[in-house]
Each structure stands twice: as structure tokens, then as C-alpha cells.
């Protein structure tokens, strides 16, 4: 019997074809199954059941959520598990705007059922057919708390609506019979109908009273009817049986099981407890007689039809009689005596007389002809065609052996000996749906085509090959990917292995599994490459656009060496093909100058080959009309800024599925290839020429990668991101993970070694490839935080990770944000996951899996060893922190900030009123505690940031980019004005230590300013303050020590300076006004007395300062945070120094390019009577 095993399903395809968004057919349906959940509609064009959708697994079709009508052949042992042959499915809704005449379609409108009723029970009175009222048999089983309602009277109404609709008979199998199976989520329902039973009578009665029998056992998870036993043949047995065992695989068994035994006249044994017999009413289809259950012969009440053609001809068949018998059928559980009823004969004795064969009533098989009259038996075997082809025969649902051979003549054994080298043939017990069997001597056909199949000899269209070809090797894959015996392509083992064949069968002709271009190994590297490359791409545009991305920033003249090339992403196609680099230029130009390594150009990237305002740029390049122009700029290009090549890197040609955009033309690869020579040709021998190659069969399929190889120097494979968000609810992404959404390593090495076999075996040398590592991880937001495993799952389709505060991408962490996360996130821990060679970074609920430096070390190591042409980094500044980023300070939502300061927006009366006192609106805002913050952050960040302190405090309190308060000039970027802005979390507290800083800083800028237009010497060290300036002078005198103080009190704000520039006595002297309006400003402005400066002058404070007063000028150390001031900065702090700060945040502030403008001219020596402090404009 055509069976098949559950078990046995990895057997069978993993559909990765190729696919069109506007389908036309079955064909482009099939081949467009990887990115549908659900097979081919029921009330598609040619969706007869050979054209139903193929499936290898039970877990790809329980991936699918709508109701599908499922057809496998029966299992031909008792002890078989399941069916083997493959499950093929189809939709079961059909369009509602369409007339009910597809195939075992239903609706997707329950309530249309209702509407039929009574069209369909109208139809069954006028075919005047009789009925018959007997008992039938319920039984059920029950495990509590796995009942699913909805499901299960959606799937009995989705029964009742195919069998009420269907107008064909492809549901029916040889004697007329119907099985039909659905199933919905977790629910399956099958139901067999023998062929003497009329279907739609079944619908309206069994199926209808079927409903209460499911609601009155509503924790039950089989509940079943039956019609079966007492000498009832299988033209009069009936059941239906429904299941929410929660294993698929075994849901379909029991399904299965039911469903078999029935087509064998048998009930149902083991699913369950007997319960009790009620009376159901049948419509009877066919007028032979039979017994049923209370015995009664119903032959001489029924009415025979006015002609043959209105019978079943598979239960009635009328030959020739001239010289032969009268014929007729067996069917499942006939016997002597009802096959003499079925002749119109007296008993049993009657119909031995015309069968006189030895042992008639007990060899009985389903299928076989017997006579009914005087004469011999009709001739019935095949014979082979003129042309020497066996007689053929493809096996159908339902089917088995000793059935196909009786129909035909011939026994089991010859049935055997006809097939020892048909394709397909794997013996009598397995026998396959589908195969296309010899029923007499000759050459063996080519097998029955598979709909789907798009390799080997069962792809539609293949027509017979030269005597003596292996039908293996016909229609390979693409890449030379491995080729399986139900026609498709794949590259990971469940496609390349060669499995052994079960039941002894010899393995050539048939093959189970993979049948052609077989294996996994990388091949094609005998030998090592010439050189050994190290590749950095270069994100060119991170300095670009500050709003996309506010930090981790590198400057081309950064580029680390080490690197044999670096490629600059990317250069800009426009939409007449000219090149250039548009926004990026002052990065280019920089790049260009520099040494030490190939400069490359690339053109493309994901962004400029997927966007749709972009993505046609590449497609419409490469066609014969546009391709001379492209070739002959990006050539010029190169020549004409003295690189060393060029890069392209399209992402993809001839993607289907591609979101957001057109699916592209199947040729583009071949257009590709077409303008990589002419690039060649048009560029210098010395100039190398790359491509980006994907590692995903599905993406690369499209490339003809190994003739590609041979035009470039080069190709990067992008073996990365090989999971990521994208994967959610995509049942083929992930192994053992039917909805997609399990945590996968993007740089899987296991996946990373299948990519390397794929694209050797392709025709790829490996010295030609140039592997993929990664500077950035791919993160997910966990389901479960206790749970990492790789069948533990991530949430949603958009990705809930937290986004990098420099990137700005969920899911994507550059690897210097995950190092940054490591310090500062107390949650953050990591390992090294050896079966994927993956280093993971698990904080909060987020998981992140990355290569740190050690990894890719290995790999590299591991690369060159196997005689691969080099690595390739993505990218190059997502590494680490440079020097003097403001991007190594985090920021943290205000939200995450647990103290009343980040708690007080800029709407408080004291943030907007600047008429309240300095000191009041300093406390009142909690600028001591934000203070306290900023201190405390520096402390825990200090050891691994490389960043001035002014720079550090900006960027934590959210204030202005590249703000290097150090630095005595105007362009330090801490002069101008600053407001408190709630949408920029920059809070009241913040805004005033930011005015502060900004206001010294200007201050001293304008200090060191009057200083220089003074043409004033400054003296050595701070202890001569007092002596110089006319100490004899209270007021001075108090000047001096407010001075020092505050020099003190900004240690953070470059004290040095402050007290070295006022210690030029000469310059106050000859300006006293000055020094009168600068103790003016400053004690009215500072809120402690002299009796504060007293105290610290005796705490030493000024000892330190003198101490650090020989430093230059032109750098305010005390603003760098740095090593040497650290301890000092911070004792100051916690001595309250920084209550100086309040008093100074309000100093006027100078106009910087008034300051800017008479700088220039002072040091030009040019008069100006522009003063040099303070800085008023008015004054």
C-alpha cells in the first residue's frame, strides 16, 4: 500500500526556490514556498492534488495558521508510525467572491455552511436515491486541559464545506471511496466515506450531529464516530474522528490510523473508549445491494440505474461479453457472499461456479476482477509501448501493491520484478504516492514530475535523456548546491546526505536523500593564496550625519594600521550612473592621501541596493544599454583619485524578497557578471576590482559566482548576519525552530563552514574569498532573561533590544558599545558559546552575540590555514572608543536616573526666572546632587575613558557636541549660550553646571587674551601672586585672595590660568579699573565672603595650585580630568568647593565672534579699544 512514516518525513524537501510577489501559477507558487507559511490555494489554477505543495516536515506544516486540507497515503502496517511519502496540502479556503467549484474547497465564511443546507439537502432528494437509518458507534478519549473549542468546530465546519462543495473526485480513492483530512492549529479532523455512501448526506447528518457529540466531551482530545464491522464492506463503512494530541506528528498518526483502518472495512480500535451505539440516518449512493448493520438486504428495493455510466465504475465494471464473463471489482472487506450479492447471484456457491480457482474466497484482493457470468476472465494486463516503455502507472492515494496489481492482472511478485530499476521504486512496503510504476516488461519511465521540483528528473519539463544517463545527475542546482530525490536544492545536510536505503533495496537507481553534487566539505583549496588579506571596511559616512549617529566617531586619518585594505563605504551611484561621494567628501579626500594599505572604493551596501529610492540604480546599471556608461565612471573614478580598485557591492541581483520593493529580474546576476568584465577591461592591470558576495544559498543562488571569480581579484563573503530580527515567524530561518524566533548567533560557525562548502562547491577558488568577521553584534530582546539557550526565543517581529546610544539600531551593537556596556551595566556578563564559536553578551533582557578580538583571531587563524584568500572586517570604527570621542560617556535616560535633579524639568519656576538668587536656583534645582552625579560617573568611568573632563561632563549631561573647555580658544567649542531643554534631557541642574563651565571658560579665554594685547610676562609659579600685586592694598590685597580662592574652588575649571594671568601685577597696575570691575563681578557673583576665602587659603588648597602652575597656557589641565589632578579634583569637590559654581554660571557671557575678532587683531598687533575683560559687550 502506498504508505509513508512521520518518522520518515526528513525524507522529503526544504522548499528554497526561487519567487515572484505576483504569482500567475502553481509554479510560481511552489517556487516561491520559502516565503509562505501555507501552501498553494485550493481554487488556484491547476491545484489538482498533483499540484498540491509539498511538505517534508511536520513542523514546516504546523507552521502554516490557516486550515489545510492534507493528503498521505494510508500506512500499509498496523506498527507503521506514520506516513512516509510526504504530506502534500493545500489551502482549504477558496476566494468567497468564487462559485463553489474548486476542489474539496471550503469557505472562509462558517455561516455559508448554514446557507447550503438546504440547497444540498434538496439535491440529495432529487437524485432518488434511498436512505437507510442504522446504529453507529461513538468513542472518545480524554486528557484534560488540551481542549481547543474554536479550533475544533472551525475544522468539522471546514469538513462539512469540502464535502458540501467539492464537484470532483480527487478525494476518492480506487473504489470510489473518500478520505479526506484538514487540519487547523492544533486541531486535525479526518473523515472517510465509503463509496456506497452518499457525501454530501454525510455533511448534512453525520457531520451536523457530529457538533453535539464534541460539545457534550469538551475535554476531550479524540472524539470519534464510526459505521463499521459485521460483514460491512469498505463501500459502506463511515467515520470521523477528531484530535488535539498535542505532538503533530502523532496527532496525525492516530488521524491516520483511523483513517486506514476504515478503508480496510475495519473500526477503530485503539483511540480511545467505546461508548455507546445511536441511530444515524445514510443516504445510500450506489443501488448494489449490501448488508448493514441489522442485516437487511437492500438489492431487490432499489432501483437499478438506465445505464451503466451512472455507476461507480471502480465498484462496477461491465466488460466485453462476448467470449468473457461479466465483471466486477473487489473492494476492502468483500467476501464470497457479498460479491455474489453485488452480481444479482443466489449465495456464494453461484459466484465459486465462475471463479473456479483454488482457494477463491480466501485470496480475495482488493482490485482483482472477478467473474459474475459464464466465460473467462478479460486480458486485463499492460503491455509495453511499440517504442519498448513499460506500461506505466503513477501510484495514487490510497494505493497499494496487491490493489494495483489485481487491477491489472498481474501478481505482487511480477509488480516487483517489472520495478527493479524504476526510479523511485523502493519496494512493495514503502510505496510512494506519486511514483510512476511499470506494470509490464520495458524501459523504465522517467518519474512522475513533482510540481515543485526544480532538480533532478523530477522538475516539470524534463523530457527522456539519452539511453543510459544516471536521472540523477539531470537539472542540477545552482552552485552545485546538493540536489534531493524529491527536487530540491539545499546545501546543509538534511539535502547532501546520501541515506541508506530501508529495506534492503539497492541503492542505485534509487537514493534516499541526496541523489546528486552530494556533501558538505569545502573544496576547491588545494592551495594558499599568493597573500594573505586583511580587509577593514571604512564607515565613511559615521562623521557624516551627527543626528544618526551622535558618537563613535572615526576620522579617515584614524584608520588603524594593520590593515592590507581598506574599503571606503561608500561611494554614491546617481541616477545617470555618474560616481562620486557626495557628502562624504572631506572624509575622502583624506582618505585618498593616506599610506600603508590598498585604498579601495565601494559602491552599493545595503542602504543604496535596497532603498526604494535608490535600489533600481543597480538593476537598470547593469543592462546592456547603461552598462558602458557605469563601467567607464566608476574606472575613471578610480584612475582619476589614484586608488588602488574598487568594490561593488549590490545586495542582491535577482532578490525576489526583498522588502519594500520590487522583486528583481532572475537575469540580473548574468547582467552582473556582463558588467564586471567590462569593468575589467576597463580598468588598469594594477587595480583591483572586489565584489560582496552574501553566504545565504538563497541570495547567492541568483550570482554565477564561479564564473564572477574569475574576473575579480577578489570577493568579501558576508558570512554574517546570518540571523537577526528578520527571522521572526519565518518557519525555514532557523533548524528546529518552526517559528523562526529562537536565539541564534548571526556569525554561527557551523553556518559559516556550510556558506564556505556552498560556495567552493560553486566554483569559488578559496584563495578568491575573503571571509566575514564582525566589529558589531546582533542582539535580541529575550522572552525569558533565565533563558539563553539556542532554543530559547526573542520577542516580536520588531526588534525590542535595547538600540546602541551611538548606532541607534535595535538590535545592533557596535562592538565598543558592548565593550562600554560590560563597564558600566552591573547586569552585563558574558561567555563563549563553543558549538557556534560565538562570544555572548547577556545584560537585562537583552542578548547579544559578537566576536571580541580573540575570536576573530582564531578564526582568522582557522581561515588561513584552510588556504582562504583573507578576512574581512564590518567596520573598522565600530571597534572602540578613539581618543577625545565624546561618544565613550553614556549618557542614561532620565528615566533610568533615580535622583530629584533628573526628576526637575525646565518648566520649574527656577529654571525659567533668572531673577531668583544664583545660590537659590543652584539649590532649588539640586545642582549639588547633579554635581555629585557627574563626579561619580567620572569615578566609575575614569579608568577606561580617554576624554578631556569638560568633555566628559557635556556629553553626560547632554550638552554641546566636542565641548573641550581645556583648550584657550574660541573655537573650543564651550562659548556660546546654553538653555535647558527638556527634549534633549538636558534638566535645569545640568543646564547650570554647563553655564558655569562655559562661562569660566570664556572668562579665561579673555583673560589670556588681555594678557597677550598687555604684551605682560607671567610669572613661574603662584606662591609670587601675593608679593606682585600690590599687597599693601586692602582691596588688592582681598583681590588676590578671591582670585587664588577661585582658582582653587575651579580646580575643575583650570585654576593655574586664573590665578597666572591675574598674577601679572604690571597689567592690574596700569589697569585698575579693571581690577575693580573683575572684584565687582566676582564677589557679586560668588556667594561666600572672606571669611570663606580665609578657610581655604589655610586647607592648602592654594599650595596645590601653585603646585600646578607651571603648566602652559594653552591647555587647562584642571579641565582634562586627568591623572596628575584627579585626587586634587575631587577633594575639592567634597570640600564644597563647588559651591563656587552657582555664583559664576550668570558671569556675561562674550560674543565669540567679537572676541574671535579682536584676538586676531591684538595678536596682529593692531590697535583695538575693544577691553580685554570682562567680557561686555557694552563695555
Known amino acids: 500500500m502506498a504508505g509513508f512514516s512521520l518518522t520518515s518525513l526528513l525524507w522529503l524537501l526544504l522548499l528554497q526556490l526561487a519567487a515572484s510577489q505576483s504569482l500567475k501559477s502553481p509554479a510560481e507558487y511552489f517556487a516561491s514556498l520559502s516565503l509562505n507559511k501555507c501552501p498553494i490555494r485550493c481554487d488556484d489554477p491547476g491545484s489538482s492534488t498533483q499540484n498540491w505543495t509539498l511538505y517534508h516536515t511536520v513542523d514546516q506544516l504546523m507552521t502554516c495558521d490557516k486550515p489545510t486540507l492534507l493528503n498521505f497515503a494510508f500506512s500499509s502496517s498496523d506498527n507503521a508510525t506514520a506516513s512516509s511519502g510526504g504530506i502534500t496540502a493545500v489551502d482549504a479556503h477558496q476566494d468567497t467572491n468564487k462559485p463553489f467549484v474548486a476542489l474539496g474547497c471550503s469557505t472562509n465564511k462558517g455561516h455559508l455552511v448554514f446557507d447550503e443546507q438546504p440547497r444540498a439537502f434538496d439535491a440529495l432528494i432529487q437524485k432518488g436515491i434511498k436512505n437507510s437509518t442504522v446504529n453507529i458507534e461513538v468513542f472518545s478519549e480524554s486528557i484534560p486541559g488540551l481542549y481547543i473549542p474554536g479550533q475544533k468546530f472551525s ?32 486541531t486535525t479532523v479526518g473523515v472517510y466515506i465509503g463509496g456506497g455512501l452518499d457525501t454530501g448526506g454525510v455533511a448534512l447528518y453525520q457531520l451536523e450531529n457530529f457538533i453535539p457529540f464534541v460539545q457534550d466531551r469538551d475535554n476531550n482530545t479524540t472524539t470519534g464516530l464510526q459505521l463499521c464491522g459485521d460483514n460491512r464492506t469498505a463501500q459502506y463503512t463511515m467515520g470521523i474522528v477528531i484530535d488535539t494530541t498535542p505532538d ?16 480496510l472495512s475495519h473500526c477503530v480500535e485503539r483511540l480511545g473508549r467505546r461508548e455507546s451505539f445511536i441511530p444515524s440516518t445514510f443516504w445510500l449512493r450506489e443501488p448494489f445491494g449490501s448488508t448493514l448493520l441489522n442485516g437487511t438486504s437492500y438489492a431487490s428495493n432499489w432501483t437499478s440505474p438506465a445505464s451503466p455510466g451512472s455507476l461507480n465504475r471502480a465498484m462496477a465494471k461491465t466488460l466485453s461479453q462476448v467470449a468473457e464473463c461479466r465483471t466486477i471489482q473487489v473492494v476492502s472487506g468483500d467476501s464470497c457472499a457479498s460479491l455474489a450479492q453485488k452480481c444479482g447471484l443466489r449465495n456464494a456457491n453461484d459466484i465459486t461456479k465462475f471463479n473456479p480457482q483454488k482457494d477463491f474466497c480466501a485470496t480475495l484482493r482488493p482490485g482483482q476482477s472477478i467473474c459474475c457470468s459464464a466465460g473467462t476472465l478479460p486480458d486485463i494486463r499492460p503491455k509495453p509501448t511499440p517504442g519498448g516503455a513499460c506500461a506505466s502507472y503513477v501510484v495514487k492515494n490510497g494505493d497499494f501493491c496487491s490493489q494495483i496489481a489485481a487491477a491489472n492482472g498481474l501478481t505482487v511478485e511480477e509488480l516487483e520484478k517489472f520495478n527493479e530499476n524504476t526510479w523511485g521504486w523502493n519496494g512493495c512496503n514503502n510505496l510512494y504516492v506519486g511514483t510512476n510504476l511499470c506494470l509490464s516488461k520495458g524501459n523504465p519511465p522517467l518519474p512522475a514530475p513533482v510540481p515543485n521540483a526544480i532538480c533532478g528528473p523530477q522538475k516539470p519539463g524534463t523530457t527522456n535523456p539519452k539511453p543510459g544517463t544516471d536521472l540523477a545527475s539531470l537539472n542540477p542546482c545552482p552552485l552545485n548546491a546538493c540536489c534531493t530525490v524529491w527536487g530540491q536544492c539545499g546545501t546543509t545536510a538534511e539535502f547532501c546526505t546520501v541515506k541508506g536505503v530501508p529495506f534492503g533495496t539497492p541503492l542505485k537507481p534509487w537514493r534516499v536523500g541526496c541523489i546528486s553534487n552530494c556533501g558538505t566539505k569545502i573544496v576547491n583549496n588545494e592551495s594558499p593564496p599568493s597573500e594573505f588579506k586583511r580587509i577593514g571596511y571604512f564607515e565613511a559616512w559615521n562623521m557624516a550625519d551627527k543626528k544618526e549617529r551622535p558618537c563613535l566617531f572615526m576620522d579617515a586619518t584614524q584608520i588603524p594600521t594593520g590593515y592590507t585594505h581598506i574599503h571606503f563605504a561608500f561611494g554614491d551611484v546617481s541616477s545617470n550612473f555618474a560616481v562620486g561621494v557626495g557628502k562624504l567628501k572631506d572624509q575622502f579626500d583624506k582618505f585618498v592621501k593616506m599610506r600603508g594599505f590598498k585604498r579601495i572604493i565601494a559602491f552599493g551596501g545595503w542602504t543604496a541596493s535596497t532603498h526604494p529610492s535608490s535600489f533600481w540604480i543597480f538593476r537598470e546599471g547593469v543592462k546592456p544599454g547603461n552598462r558602458e556608461v557605469l563601467a567607464s565612471n566608476i574606472a575613471k573614478f578610480v584612475v582619476d583619485n589614484d586608488l588602488d580598485g574598487v568594490d561593488l557591492d549590490w545586495e542582491y541581483p535577482g532578490a525576489p524578497d526583498i522588502p519594500d520593493i520590487p522583486s528583481a529580474d532572475p537575469l540580473d546576476g548574468l547582467a552582473y557578471l556582463e558588467l564586471l568584465k567590462l569593468l575589467r577591461q576597463k580598468l588598469p592591470r594594477e587595480k583591483q576590482l572586489a565584489i560582496a558576495a552574501p553566504a545565504s544559498y538563497w541570495y547567492l543562488k541568483q550570482f554565477p559566482i564561479g564564473e564572477i571569480s574569475k574576473i575579480v581579484d577578489y570577493i568579501v563573503y558576508m558570512t554574517y548576519d546570518l540571523h537577526g530580527q528578520w527571522d521572526f515567524n519565518n518557519p525555514w530561518s532557523s533548524p528546529g525552530c518552526p517559528a523562526g524566533n529562537c536565539l541564534r548567533s548571526h556569525i554561527n560557525m557551523t553556518e559559516t563552514v556550510n556558506a564556505l562548502s556552498m560556495v567552493t562547491k560553486g566554483g569559488v577558488p578559496s584563495t578568491k574569498l575573503v571571509i566575514g568577521v564582525t566589529s558589531y553584534g546582533r542582539s535580541f530582546r529575550m522572552v525569558d532573561p533565565s533563558c539563553t539557550g539556542p532554543m530559547c526565543t526573542f520577542t516580536g517581529s520588531k526588534s525590542g533590544a535595547k538600540p546602541g546610544r551611538c548606532t541607534r539600531t535595535a538590535g545592533y551593537l557596535a562592538n565598543a558599545e558592548i565593550q562600554e556596556v560590560l563597564r558600566h551595566d552591573k547586569s552585563a556578563r558574558t561567555y563563549y558559546d563553543e558549538s557556534t564559536m560565538s562570544d555572548v553578551l547577556v545584560y537585562g533582557s537583552d542578548w547579544v552575540a559578537y566576536m571580541n578580538d580573540d575570536n576573530k583571531r582564531r578564526r582568522e587563524a582557522l581561515w588561513k590555514s584552510m588556504n582562504f584568500g583573507g578576512i574581512s572586517d564590518w567596520a573598522i570604527d565600530l571597534a572602540q572608543f578613539l581618543h577625545n570621542d565624546v561618544s565613550q560617556v553614556p549618557s542614561l535616560p532620565m528615566e533610568e536616573i533615580k535622583e ?280
Open 155 to 186: 475544522v468539522i465546519r471546514e469538513i462539512q464545506a469540502s464535502l458540501l462543495f467539492n464537484t470532483s473526485a480527487a478525494t476518492q480513492q480506487y473504489d470510489g471511496s473518500t478520505s479526506l483530512t484538514i487540519n487547523y492549529g492544533d
Open 248 to 263: 503533530a506528528a502523532l496527532r496525525l498518526f492516530r488521524v491516520q490510523h483511523a483513517l486506514r483502518s476504515w478503508s
Open 900 to 1179: 530629584d535633579w533628573a526628576n526637575i524639568t525646565c518648566k520649574h519656576p527656577y529654571a525659567r526666572n533668572s531673577t531668583y538668587k544664583e545660590s537659590d536656583r543652584w539649590n532649588t534645582l539640586k545642582a549639588d546632587q547633579a554635581w555629585k552625579y557627574v563626579v561619580d560617573r567620572w569615578n566609575a568611568s575614569r579608568d577606561n575613558a580617554n576624554i578631556d573632563f569638560s568633555l566628559f561632563v557635556s556629553q553626560l549631561l547632554n550638552g554641546p557636541e566636542n565641548m573641550y573647555c581645556h583648550r584657550v580658544s574660541v573655537l573650543n567649542g564651550c562659548v556660546g549660550t546654553i538653555e535647558c531643554n527638556d527634549d534633549l534631557e538636558r534638566r535645569p541642574a545640568a543646564t547650570l553646571i554647563l553655564r558655569s563651565f562655559m562661562n569660566l571658560a570664556s572668562i579665561y579665554f579673555n583673560m589670556y587674551e588681555g594678557v597677550l594685547a598687555a604684551q605682560t610676562s607671567l610669572l613661574t609659579t603662584l606662591p609670587t601672586f601675593s608679593s606682585t600685586f600690590a599687597p599693601d592694598q586692602k582691596a588688592d590685597k582681598n583681590l588676590v585672595m578671591t582670585l587664588d580662592i577661585l582658582s582653587a574652588g575651579f580646580g575643575v575649571l583650570a585654576g593655574p590660568v586664573f590665578g597666572k594671568a591675574f598674577s601679572a601685577g604690571r597689567f592690574f597696575i596700569n589697569n585698575p579699573g579693571i581690577g575693580e570691575k573683575l572684584e565687582s563681578t566676582i564677589m557679586g557673583a560668588v556667594d561666600f565672603g572672606l571669611s570663606e576665602a580665609k578657610k581655604h587659603v589655610e586647607s592648602g588648597v592654594l599650595k596645590r595650585h601653585a603646585k600646578w602652575g607651571n603648566k602652559g597656557l594653552d591647555k587647562l589641565p584642571d579641565l582634562t580630568g586627568s591623572e596628575e589632578h584627579r585626587n586634587n579634583l575631587i577633594e575639592e569637590v567634597n570640600n564644597g568647593d563647588v559651591k563656587l559654581l552657582p555664583g559664576i554660571m550668570n558671569i556675561p557671557m562674550c560674543d565669540p565672534q567679537t572676541v574671535f575678532d579682536n584676538w586676531v587683531k591684538r595678536t596682529a598687533g593692531q590697535k583695538t579699544d575693544w577691553p580685554s575683560f570682562p567680557c561686555n559687550k557694552e563695555d
